[in-house]
């Protein structure tokens, strides 16, 4: 049964997981044999701006080996088949309309979320 | 076509009423008859840890036992024995990898280890799930 996974917290904890845990959590999911669509909503659209780089964390003498890297993740779950979106006025409002999004990225305006959410049996907020 | 709902959680204990509103939930869920899944993640996975203790409260000017200081070990154990009274089930999985990172795996007896895998198979062999990320 296809799923929508609706993404609006953004970074949250990306530095301790080293990403972002509805994205890893739609990854597992998908491995297991989950069919899921992706979309960005409030601060989450910046997850679709490719031109990211998220330092490591370095505290003391303690150095982060991997840092999060969620544009990546993204992308690699639309490498897999999920559908990803997001809301056009979100992206706007950041100013990233025209910025270099993910390339698979489906622009969706707000008045249009009824019809994609609509393609959805399951719809999960987060 | 079964009447089996799920829930996943994620907010850690003593943080957010989300966690009290979705525990109401599976309760009526469990007294309307339902069997009940449920998919702790992130967070979440402390709330059936088993050494929350209670303790006494000055401001309050109580000791412990007037205190009566609610813990959300004690709640999944009153759902669990709730779901036993009604003779319905109720399934409740720790997310096993959030629970290595806190060092919780000392969990409350009815409730078990699992993955990702399990939240997916819950959900596609239930009516429906409800999820509550973290703010």
């Not at chain 2, 996975?45 to 209670?54: C, G, I, N």
């Amino acid at each position: 049964m296809r799923t929508l996974q609706v993404i609006e917290t953004a970074y949250r904890a990306t530095v301790e997981e080293q990403d972002d845990t509805i994205v890893w959590l739609t990854h597992a999911m998908n491995g297991a044999g989950g069919e899921f669509g992706l979309l960005l909503t409030g601060n989450a659209v910046c997850y679709a701006l490719q031109e990211q780089r998220p330092p490591a964390l370095a505290l003391g003498g303690w150095t982060q080996s991997h840092a999060a890297d969620p544009a990546a993740d993204v992308a690699s779950l639309a490498a897999k088949g999920v559908r990803v979106y997001a809301v056009e006025e979100d992206l706007e409002e950041r100013g990233l309309l025209d910025a270099q999004l993910l390339d698979a990225l489906t622009v969706v305006p707000r008045a249009k979320l009824p019809v994609l959410l609509d393609e959805y049996p399951r719809v999960w907020k987060w | 076509m079964s009447t089996a709902l799920s829930f996943a959680i994620m907010d850690a204990p003593f943080e957010n009423s989300r966690t009290v509103t979705m525990l109401r939930v599976i309760a009526e869920a469990l007294e309307a008859g339902h069997d009940v899944n449920v998919f702790a993640y992130e967070g979440a996975v402390a709330l059936s840890f088993a050494r929350q203790a209670p303790h006494a409260n000055a401001v309050h000017g109580r000791d412990a036992a007037e205190e009566n200081h609610p813990l959300p070990r004690v709640w999944i154990e009153s759902l669990l024995a709730l779901a036993a009274k009604r003779g319905r089930r109720l399934d409740w999985v720790n997310c096993g990898l959030c629970v290595d990172e806190r060092g919780v795996a000392e969990a409350i007896d009815g409730v078990r280890r699992g993955s990702p895998a399990d939240f997916w198979k819950m959900s596609v062999e239930s009516a429906n799930t409800l999820t509550a990320g973290t703010r």
